[in-house]
């Protein structure tokens, strides 16, 4: 890179990190008056960006409400950027299927997974919260998904999950799709005991799995 775009995509990188929404939309402006191509100002940038600020969050420098901040300054850089991405260029996107199970209505966790998962390249599509277990499966097989992940935070709906993969084996889909699960109360014990194919405690390491499971290295939308 050259060094005028080495500090374009160093600006869109710190814009999300630390939170700043306004830097972030006019390093997305400048990285394109640059003839920056918005695909590495996306990968190179917001996702590095994302991913900095999610290794805060593991290190809990870092909290939700400012992983959600950062998520605002990501979204407001990708408004300016996606427009520009020709279609030539962006890879096939796996699909995924997401929601909070039936009987809880906590979803700021949900949410974070959706983020990190879209911004590594997955076409998710949200159920969001309160799922009933049926609707799951019923949306798997409508969109032919290849992940399906469920969270729950609390311990009286965490029984859901291991309905829902039932569901899919009397289904005859079960080989067909990468189940993981994740929330509060859960535990790699448990994703292993319901045959789940994934756990992971946060959202980083969420979107880290999907990739693994469906063998495609992060890519932003």
């Not at 999300?16 to 929404?21: I, K, L, T």
């Amino acid at each position: 890179m050259i060094e005028n775009e080495l500090y374009i995509i160093s600006r869109l990188i710190i814009g999300v990190r630390d939170m700043d929404e306004e830097m972030t939309v006019h390093a997305a402006n400048e990285a394109l008056r640059n003839n920056i191509d918005p695909v590495t100002a996306i990968n190179e940038g917001l996702v590095v960006g994302m991913n900095q600020a999610g290794a805060l969050y593991e290190k809990e420098e870092y909290f939700v409400p400012e992983l959600l901040l950062c998520s605002d300054a990501l979204y407001a850089g990708l408004d300016v950027l996606s427009p520009h991405v020709k279609p030539d260029t962006a890879r096939i996107k796996h699909r995924v299927v997401i929601g909070v199970v039936e009987g809880d209505t906590h979803d700021i966790g949900k949410n974070l997974v959706k983020l990190m998962l879209e911004v590594s390249g997955f076409d998710v599509c949200d159920l969001g919260r309160d799922v009933p277990l049926n609707t799951f499966v019923d949306k798997v097989v409508e969109l032919r998904a290849e992940v399906l992940c469920m969270s729950t935070l609390m311990s009286t709906t965490m029984d859901g999950m291991d309905t829902v993969i039932r569901m899919l084996e009397r289904e005859g889909i079960r080989d067909s799709v990468k189940v993981m699960v994740g929330g509060g109360p859960l535990s790699r014990s448990f994703a292993d005991r319901i045959g789940a194919d994934g756990y992971s405690k946060n959202a980083t390491g969420a979107a880290k799995l999907a990739r693994q499971l469906t063998r495609v290295e992060a890519d932003a939308v």
